[in-house]
């Protein structure tokens, strides 16, 4: 079993910047991916970046260049840094833990971008 805990949402200008986390915990896995989704107001959940065990990054045309997906040296956080914020990016934001059997969702953490 795992469990992800986000953290880093709030409220921020265009322009601004805010960098998401996501701390994992449970099972020790070899194989696994993180991934990085939105829900923007009405609207599908939409993927947003993506991270492989093997350190393998892919992100979307509507945030590359400007949203990094990381993680750490022990591999227990992922982030997401978003620079340039741009009011469409409003949207309240979820991690992803999937193994070969099982995904798991952080429980969301709102992003609003409003002057």
């Known amino acids: 079993q795992v469990q992800l805990v986000e953290s880093g949402g709030g409220l921020v200008q265009p322009g601004g910047s805010l960098r998401l986390s996501c701390a994992v915990s449970?099972?020790?896995?070899?194989?696994?991916?993180m991934a990085w989704y939105r829900q923007l107001p009405g609207k599908q959940r939409e993927l947003v970046a993506v991270l492989t065990s093997g350190g393998r990054t892919k992100h979307a045309d509507s945030v590359k260049g400007r949203f990094t997906i990381s993680r750490d040296n022990a591999k227990t956080m992922v982030y997401l840094q978003m620079n340039s914020l741009k009011p469409d990016d409003t949207a309240v934001y979820y991690c992803?833990?999937?193994?070969?059997?099982?995904?798991?969702w952080g429980q969301g953490t709102q992003v609003t971008v409003s002057s």
């Open positions: 992803k833990f999937s193994d070969y059997e099982t995904d798991y």
């Open positions: 449970g099972s020790i896995v070899t194989s696994y991916e």
